[in-house]
């Protein structure tokens, strides 16, 4: 039968509807079971001794004093630890020529960045632990420090890994076309350079972890704050030398990932293998001071670009030269190389223009490792592009609106394949944008512009359209490291009072994971929401999935559940059918109830089915099927990824005389198929601009020319606050994907990439007539005053 989800009259409509978290209750009553909530017997902590230099040889570990510390039981050396975790190797098969030296659980020979764990104490109380870390007597001989990205591969650079050859991670050249030829005539041409600057996560919750080994069951548990229990339960099998049935990694509630949970952290592997040596559960939870240079960090780029436009405002060619520099490892095991990679791929997405020539080169320094992060790539490439699209619309006097509309893909033109070889099944952008400018009035938003210019008072209005990479295939991963699955699975029972539990590879952190997956199930079974209970994260009980990553929750995972909600509908039905002596096409579940599906007559409750299915069976025809359980898995195969689309508009006011920008309102118009529940994606879409607008204004990390952070604190690193946040306009298009049933893509990053372009080219919309431009993030008073060239450099 055909399915039109979002049809209101339809029966058991709730795809398409907001319907509550079915956990928000819980955890507004502080009832949430975090790692930290966790206090099993015998258990112990372990705090790190972290190197205080960016690159050192490691020599003797003097530990006495420490292990007088009442409370202390063990400290451990990067040697102790080897000797029970093997070293991991971050790189994968489909990124040609990437490379990375192993990396072990606690440095061994070498400390590489300030932060990396060198040492371990283990007491019974975290403050114990703390004070005999501080005891722990490390002898240091520094060694010359790589940190600046862009003299990296500089002969006279010192190179960090000598058995690699040089500092060079990762090197990647698309060219597509006569890029040449196209610049030479081109109308005009417009180029700049832009830099993104080196951020971090800062989750709710900082990264935690509890392991505990069980001898004599040969059992490794690991309560984990991971969006991926399914890979760690691989990566702890792998390197701790337990087969990985005797691994459980167990994901209860997350406070906030945003990517920073994806990783492999060496300071989480020690804590497994301190576990496993001690026979007892050892608890690690990060304070927000470590969190600074242990977490990963994202975003560090520096870009030099340019693009050839006609005289109508027609795109003809981009040509992108991008370096990121990414710690002294690539991160275990997505590779620190895919973030730059996603630069490659990502610039010029909307547009249609046949020459292009991309870039990336990824180094490593003696800082922080960076890794993927809430929307890999995205922010940078869609700055890129969107930055020089503006910049070629004023060179031309055109509106940028307008330039914007003569270069996108024309709606019906899908499927098409851009010039980075990028697959797109369907986009909407002339749609959007006519969508985002029903949203905003433009001509009064330009005129309220004019007049307060002539007061002197600066305001901007910046656009900035984008796609966005979500659902992806094993074309993302490729071979080599840990396994990364793309598949996702969900199991669907009814239980004997009529009631539905779904178990699924899918996690929940914090994003609506439970409600959306309730919704799906109860439509796809007939039961109301409420009558489904989720579980999630518990690799002992859940069938093997991805996880949560790269906005694959719904489109992969709420497949899955569909699925197996469909399936356990039809084998009701079919005890129905006999029980009824009725023909199960002439059936249907609608709110618990089998029911006539022409007229809607009650026919039989499910609690009433599921009482005859548990205890008397016997009632039954002989052979009749009545497993009231099902299991289905679900795969993109049809493109490698899912792409959705969008458009955002800023609306914000620069002072001249200080250089602060003042964000008055934002919007944006985002495509992600079939939306599941209206409320979760718009606090999806508002959370990640959110995020975006802190990458355009606020989040910098800073380190001195020796690899010293220097802001690694809540004091000094600035997050966006409500106070500062504008009024944000949601708005949709629904371009379902038809790879599958359920038609969704993934939501989850559209708001984080599209959001600092926008108030990039806001801010310059408000400078131009004064002749000032910014293009390094983040916009800070200071960067808008040397712009306008009111403070000396």
């Keep these: 039968m055909s399915i039109r989800f979002g049809d209101p009259d339809r029966p058991n409509s709730y795809i398409g509807r907001t319907v509550p978290r079915p956990n928000a209750p819980r955890l507004a009553q502080g009832r949430g079971r975090y790692v930290d909530d966790l206090a099993p017997p015998r258990m112990v902590h372990v705090a790190f001794v972290r190197s205080p230099h960016a690159h050192a040889r490691l020599g003797a570990v003097e530990t006495a004093a420490a292990r007088a ?98 500092n060079l991670a990762f090197r990647r050249l698309h060219h597509e076309g006569d890029v040449e030829a196209a610049f030479a005539g081109a109308h005009k041409v417009v180029a700049a350079r832009f830099r993104t600057a080196r951020h971090t996560g800062v989750t709710p919750e900082p990264r935690s972890i509890l392991v505990d080994w069980n001898p004599a069951e040969g059992q490794l548990t690991a309560w984990h704050a991971t969006q991926a229990p399914h890979m760690m339960q691989t990566v702890f099998a792998q390197h701790l030398a337990v087969p990985e049935a005797r691994v459980r990694v167990i994901c209860e509630d997350v406070g906030g990932s945003y990517g920073v949970k994806v990783h492999v952290y060496p300071d989480e592997m020690a804590t497994a293998a301190i576990a496993k040596i001690m026979g007892r559960p050892v608890k690690f939870v990060a304070d927000r001071l470590e969190s600074f240079g242990s977490d990963i960090h994202a975003r560090d780029h520096e870009i030099s670009a340019r693009l050839a436009v006609d005289a109508d405002g027609r795109i003809l060619a981009m040509d992108v030269d991008d370096w990121t520099a990414i710690g002294p490892y690539s991160v275990y095991p997505r590779t620190s190389a895919i973030e730059g990679n996603q630069v490659v791929n990502l610039c010029g997405g909307p547009y249609a223009f046949a020459d292009y020539r991309a870039q990336t080169t990824v180094v490593f320094q003696n800082k922080t490792p960076t890794c993927q992060y809430r929307a890999v790539g995205h922010p940078i490439a869609v700055a890129i592009t969107e ?304 995020q975006g607008l802190g990458g355009a204004l606020y989040e910098e990390i800073h380190y001195d020319a020796d690899g010293q952070l220097l802001n690694g604190s809540m004091a000094d690193y600035l997050v966006p606050m409500a106070a500062e946040m504008p009024d944000m306009v949601i708005g949709h298009v629904e371009t379902p994907t038809r790879e599958s049933m359920l038609g969704a893509k993934g939501a989850g990053e559209a708001g984080t990439a599209g959001a600092p372009a926008a108030v990039m080219n806001a801010i310059n919309d408000a400078l131009r007539p004064l002749g000032a431009q910014v293009t390094e993030m983040p916009f800070t008073p200071e960067r808008i005053l040397r712009a306008l060239g009111a403070l000396d450099d």
């Design 69 to 166: 510390v009442k409370g202390v039981l063990r400290v451990f050396t990067g040697a102790e630890i080897a000797a029970v975790c093997s070293p991991w190797v971050a790189v994968l098969a489909h990124l040609k020529g990437l490379k990375s030296p192993p990396q072990h659980a606690l440095a061994v020979d070498r400390a590489c960045w300030v932060g990396e764990p060198v040492a371990a104490v283990v007491a019974a109380s975290r403050a114990a632990a703390e004070e005999g870390a501080a005891l722990v007597d490390v002898a240091y001989e520094p060694l010359p420090a790589v940190t600046d990205m862009m003299s990296a591969l500089d002969p006279e650079t010192p190179v960090i890994h000598p058995d690699l050859g040089d």
């Design 387 to 690: 930055g020089l699209v503006d910049m070629a619309a004023a060179e031309l006097g055109m509106d940028p609106v307008e330039i914007r509309r003569r270069n996108f893909y024309a709606d019906d033109a899908y499927p098409v394949t851009s010039p980075a070889k990028m697959r797109f099944e369907g986009l909407s952008h002339h749609a959007s944008m006519d969508k985002l400018l029903t949203l905003m009035d433009l001509d009064a938003l330009r005129a309220d512009q004019a007049e307060a210019r002539s007061r002197g008072v600066h305001r901007g209005l910046g656009f900035a359209s984008f796609i966005e990479l979500t659902n992806p295939s094993p074309f993302m991963y490729g071979i080599g490291g840990a396994r990364i699955s793309a598949q996702d699975g969900c199991t669907v029972r009814m239980d004997p009072d009529g009631s539905i539990v779904a178990l699924s590879g899918v996690t929940e952190q914090g994003q609506g994971t439970e409600a959306m997956l309730s919704q799906v199930v109860a439509e796809g079974v007939g039961v109301r929401p409420e009558a489904v209970r989720v579980v999630t994260g518990d690799t002992q009980v859940t069938p093997y999935g991805g996880g949560t990553w790269a906005s694959r929750g719904a489109g992969i995972g709420g497949e899955a559940a569909l699925l197996s909600a469909r399936a356990l509908r039809g084998a009701i039905l079919e005890v129905a059918a006999a029980m009824l002596q009725a023909d199960a096409a002439t059936l249907d579940i609608r709110d618990g109830v089998v029911v006539d599906a022409e007229g809607g007559a009650a026919r039989l409750p499910l609690e009433e089915l599921g009482r005859i299915v548990y205890f008397r069976g016997d009632t039954l025809p002989k052979g009749l099927p009545r497993e009231l359980v099902q299991t289905r898995h679900f795969i993109t195969s049809d493109y490698p990824f899912a792409f959705t689309n969008g458009v955002q508009a800023s609306w914000l006011e620069v002072d001249v005389e200080t250089g602060v920008v003042t964000l008055l309102k934002h919007w944006c118009v985002e495509d992600c198929g079939r939306v599941i529940n209206p409320q979760l994606v718009d606090e999806q879409i508002r959370g990640g601009i959110v």
